[in-house]
């Protein structure tokens, strides 16, 4: 069943008028699964044209109101035909996972955005963008930004598998895939991985899980690299929503 915010469902006169004052009308043009809880989305409308987008903005895509909304990352912006696309990851139950798995072309939304996100134009040097599922979408927008720019992705994923599969057609089979474990045990490695990128003079984007991004912060800080290297963005929290 498509979630459409025009049907009985819809938001009362009040949200309607904040919906047309405050958001871009917009409808799915295509929307392709990659496994079974990545999708990736393409949206299109008049409205998105003429968009100044940077690799690392946000979209808020209201789930039928709009006071509930959930964020994603585009990978790309053609301001020109209105159109943008978004990987996005159903990991759960919940109105963001479920808007995804319901989405048909044809199918109308409304989005907030893009707005600043997460910037990487100042870091300078090789890139290293660590973090999870929720993260491959700014990984292959920065990818596609400079692809002549060294970018080491490393991600904590559930799934290596699945993931491996994902990342291949957005052009990032070469990431370092690194198992998710309970107690964090596998972050250990992780931060050796980064340690030996720092000493090769990269520079940082942290994003992903909130627990995930303090824990590799402080490994960086001990490995003196500069604040000026690390950007951080926390998607999620255990136990949270609407971090971003």
């Not at 409808?27 to 809880?37: K, P, T």
């Not at 808020?60 to 709009?66: I, T």
């Amino acid at each position: 069943m498509t979630i459409n915010p025009r049907t009985e469902a819809s938001p009362g006169g009040f949200g309607r008028a904040l919906i047309r004052l405050m958001m871009r009308p917009a409808w799915v043009a295509s929307c392709e699964l990659f496994g079974d809880r990545f999708r990736l989305v393409t949206l299109e409308g008049v409205a998105l044209r003429g968009i100044c987008w940077t690799p690392g903005q946000k979209i808020q895509v209201a789930m039928g109101s709009a006071f509930l909304a959930r964020t994603y990352t585009p990978m790309t912006w053609d301001a020109v035909e209105g159109r943008t696309r978004f990987l996005g990851y159903a990991h759960g139950e919940g109105p963001g996972s479920d808007w995804l798995r319901s989405l048909r072309p044809g199918a109308p939304c409304d989005l907030f955005g893009p707005r600043p996100s997460l910037s990487a134009e100042k870091l300078s040097g090789p890139l290293v963008v660590f973090g999870d599922e929720t993260s491959f979408g700014l990984a292959g927008a920065l990818a596609a930004q400079d692809p002549a720019r060294s970018l080491a992705c490393v991600f904590e994923v559930t799934d290596l598998e699945e993931a491996g599969a994902v990342l291949e057609p957005l052009g990032l089979s070469r990431a370092a895939l690194f198992r998710k474990r309970g107690d964090d045990a596998h972050l250990d490695t992780v931060g050796e991985a980064l340690s030996s990128l720092a000493r090769a003079g990269a520079s940082f984007v942290l994003t992903g899980r909130a627990a995930a991004i303090q824990r590799l912060r402080l490994e960086l800080k001990r490995q003196a690299v500069a604040p000026g290297r690390i950007v951080t963005k926390a998607y999620w929290a255990q136990g949270k929503t609407g971090l971003d």
